[in-house]
């Protein structure tokens, strides 16, 4: 479980988010959503120490960040970032990096490190691709070897950055399963997302980031009730019952 309490975030001189307390549960999909500059992103990479607090608590299983190692806390979440260079490597070697912070010295890639890499490009859909080199895939392609990395990376916590990126809409929903299916291992999975709609349908708890703080967490429901995200971004949110449940939709 990874708890923030009454966190601050941002960079030396400008203060993007304060007062931040929210907890990343087991078992539980995660979503944050708001306008674009509201620190979605700003605030995984400080969750994950990738850089510094500016005040307040990171707790991962209950012990400060700042105490465990790059190594430790690499055994502990994963993170699929927005964005990321291009090496010219097959997409299987990109994926075996997630093995990175389990090899021991000297550092050679075991059976077992090959194995779950192998696994992870399955999980992702990814499979076809493993003998590709990472600089001729499309974006689409390269964001399901990322995520096959993250997944490879076999973390009790995974933070995804917008992975829905250049994915079509088969995909998109795809991943909102494969995210439904880790929370549903005991994963505390964690999302930014851009689409409102995507984030509703798949959220245990939406938490709502907008004006320099986290105005709101909570289930889809209680949010939809509350018409936060009407007066956040504008919009007018409506819904329509279906057989498999709520569909969102702007007005």
């Known amino acids: 479980m990874i708890e923030l309490k009454d966190l601050q975030v941002g960079y030396p001189g400008r203060l993007v988010l304060e007062h931040v307390s929210l907890t990343f549960r087991p078992g539980q999909v995660t979503v944050l959503v708001g306008p674009n500059g509201s620190g979605k992103s700003t605030l995984i990479r400080t969750v994950l120490a990738l850089q510094p607090k500016l005040g307040g608590d990171i707790l991962i299983d209950g012990a400060p960040v700042e105490q465990l190692s790059p190594r430790a806390l690499a055994q502990k979440a994963a993170y699929l970032a927005q964005s990321r260079n291009v090496p010219n490597i097959t997409a299987f070697r990109m994926v075996l990096h997630g093995r990175f912070p389990y090899l021991p010295y000297p550092r050679r890639y075991r059976p077992e490190d090959r194995l779950l890499a192998a696994q992870a490009m399955e999980q992702a859909d990814a499979a076809d691709l493993a003998d590709r080199p990472m600089t001729e895939l499309s974006g689409g392609q390269r964001q399901k070897v990322y995520l096959a990395m993250a997944l490879a990376q076999d973390t009790a916590a995974i933070f ?46 939406l938490a709502v980031l907008s004006d320099g703080m986290l105005c709101a967490a909570d289930t889809p429901e209680e949010i939809y009730r509350s018409g ?24």
């Open 160 to 205: 995804l950055d917008e992975p829905t990126t250049y994915l079509d809409v088969a995909h998109q929903l795809a991943v909102m399963e494969m995210a439904h299916r880790l929370a549903k291992q005991g994963k505390a999975v964690a999302l930014a997302l851009h689409d409102l709609c995507l984030a509703m349908g798949t959220a245990d708890c």
């Open 228 to 251: 936060i995200l009407n007066r956040v971004f504008g919009i007018t949110l409506c819904r329509v019952k279906t057989e498999k449940g709520w569909r969102y939709y702007y007005e």
